[in-house]
């Protein structure tokens, strides 16, 4: 088993709807979640981290963490074109090294 | 957010020969940076872990005599890739850890492009 697993996509969403992406770790006792979004040809770049189980919002973000199910998403409301990206999900294993999944291509439809 | 710079973003060279590149943080102190390489279409994978002032760990299948790591100070880690070859050809990218937020939090530089011909 992987220890973070994502759906690989594509993952297309009409502009203006919600885009849901979700990631699973194997680890329970991970304590730190990212999302990461990059571009194609560029390095991936910070959106969210969450401690806490429940939901934590930045503007048109929602990261949602359930620690006892070992599920960890991302919400992106009112979808726009720039939003069209490979999201990586990433957990801190052992506190020592954080841990990629394959990442989500998501197209936003105009 | 920190920043990290890469140096160079992009460069081609003669298989055999040796290609060095810098990852600096340029606003904060790191005592721990990491290497990634990722191929196209894949994800990102951590090649090895560098402390300042101690020898790299490095992940398994990744060869040390090839891909030698230096962190000769809080805010430079230099990475050697020994001899390449074609098959070396990746996207090499570097982040620094920053834990003077309070929060733990990593910091990628932009990346680069390593061509082997």
């Known amino acids: 088993q992987k220890e973070v697993e994502q759906n690989s996509g594509p993952l297309s969403v009409p502009e203006g709807a919600i885009a849901s992406l979700n990631c699973t770790y194997s680890?329970?006792?991970?304590?730190?979640f990212f999302w990461y979004r990059q571009y194609s040809g560029k390095s991936p770049e910070l959106i969210m981290f969450?401690?806490?189980?429940g939901d934590k919002e930045d503007g048109r973000f929602t990261a949602q963490l359930n620690k006892a199910s070992q599920y960890v998403s991302l919400l992106i409301r009112d979808s726009q074109p720039s939003d069209s990206a490979t999201y990586l999900c990433a957990v801190w294993v052992g506190n020592e090294k954080l841990t990629f999944g394959t990442g989500t291509r998501l197209t936003i439809i105009p | 957010g920190a920043v990290v710079s890469q140096h160079p973003s992009w460069v081609i060279c003669k298989s055999g020969t040796s290609v060095k590149i810098e990852c600096r943080s340029l606003d904060f102190q790191a005592t721990t940076m990491f290497w990634y390489r990722q191929f196209p279409k894949q994800s990102l994978m951590l090649m090895a872990t560098s402390n300042e002032g101690s020898k790299a760990t490095y992940e398994q299948g990744v060869e040390k005599d090839k891909f030698l790591i230096n962190h000769a100070s809080l805010t430079l880690s230099t990475l050697t890739v020994t001899s390449a070859h074609p098959e070396d050809s990746s996207f090499y990218i570097c982040?620094?850890?920053?834990?003077?937020?309070?929060?733990?939090?990593?910091?990628f530089g932009p990346g680069t492009r390593l061509t082997v011909l």
């Open positions: 982040s620094a850890r920053d834990l003077a937020g309070g929060f733990d939090e990593q910091f």
């Open positions: 680890d329970r006792g991970s304590q730190s």
């Open positions: 969450i401690y806490s189980n």
